[in-house]
């Protein structure tokens, strides 16, 4: 054998083994293109071309803890009649975006506490029968939880005030995540000290670094899966407050309004819908007032 042939030949053995070594091919654009219309079609999250980088590095961590050899196996296993309910709960989990922080877009929260519940307080929110407030992205639980705090916070002072909480996300893994009410140290860094106080625990092993949420304000939020894009959310109440902040803007034309239309119904008459700071309702053509900078009060 020559030399020339021979070193070819220990390069090709090397690319096979590196090949078993890491077995998860590349997405390929077929494969990425079934993968968009199903999550388009079934999420409503829009999955354009350029996210086919992001959505094969995901996956490829699915593929690898599966034990699989490649992405065929893997759609093979997402679509089957057998698998297809268990690993599509996972494939939810990694292809969602799930930014939330305490206190985000706090001039909301200023308004809730500081104008309308001391306005809506006055006209029976809260008295006859508990306020309900809905958080439709919940991810792992900053945004209910910081509603839970502004509420509490007025109960204080209206001790007839009462209130329920509901998180709801598509995604099982972060739901979980709000349900324990345990977060890393530095995410409760936009909670305001006095009220870092009085509702978080800091783990009695500091070098944790973690804080929980404490019981009773735990309690009265309630973790519930739901797919936003369902043709029935399967909620037997209506709102007085829902917040859908930073939701639509991964939505389609369409679906926006589809959701939007949606959420209004859910809203008791007066009740306040809450939006993102990059969200608007412009050209849905809703029977909504606007209060405040995306804050919208449905007409009575």
Wanted: proline letters at 5%.
């Amino acid at each position: 054998m020559s030399d020339k042939t021979a070193s070819k030949s220990w390069q090709d053995e090397g690319q096979h083994r590196e090949s078993r070594k890491n077995p998860t091919a590349d997405l390929s654009q077929e494969q990425f293109e079934k993968l968009s219309r199903f999550i388009e079609g079934e999420l409503g999250i829009k999955m354009p071309p350029a996210k086919h980088v992001m959505l094969e590095s995901r996956l490829q961590k699915r593929v690898r803890a599966l034990g699989l050899l490649g992405f065929e196996q893997y759609l093979k296993l997402v679509f089957s009649d057998e698998e297809k309910h268990g690993e599509l709960l996972h494939m939810i989990d990694a292809v969602t975006t799930n930014k939330t922080d305490f206190f985000r877009e706090p001039d909301h929260f200023d308004n809730l506490l500081e104008r309308i519940l001391p306005e809506r307080y006055g006209a029976g929110w809260g008295v006859r029968e508990p306020l309900r407030v809905w958080s439709t992205a919940s991810s792992s639980g900053e945004e209910p939880y910081t509603i839970a705090m502004i509420l509490e916070e007025f109960r204080e002072k209206h001790q007839d005030f009462q209130y329920q909480v509901l998180g709801t996300d598509i995604s099982t893994q972060v739901l979980e995540r709000g349900r324990t009410g345990i977060y890393p140290e530095e995410r409760i860094l936009p909670v305001p000290e006095p009220l870092r106080k009085k509702y978080l625990l800091r783990s009695r092993d500091r070098n944790a670094r973690l804080v929980r949420v404490k019981p009773d304000l735990r309690r009265r939020v309630i973790f519930h899966r739901l797919n936003l894009m369902s043709s029935d959310f399967g909620l037997n109440e209506r709102f007085e407050v829902i917040f859908c902040r930073n939701v639509i803007i991964y939505f389609d034309r369409f679906n926006q309004a589809k959701l939007l239309r949606k959420l209004y119904d859910y809203l008791r008459p007066g009740g306040l819908l809450f939006l993102g700071h990059s969200e608007t309702l412009a050209g849905m053509e809703l029977p909504l007032q606007t209060i405040a900078p995306t804050i919208y009060r449905k007409v009575d």
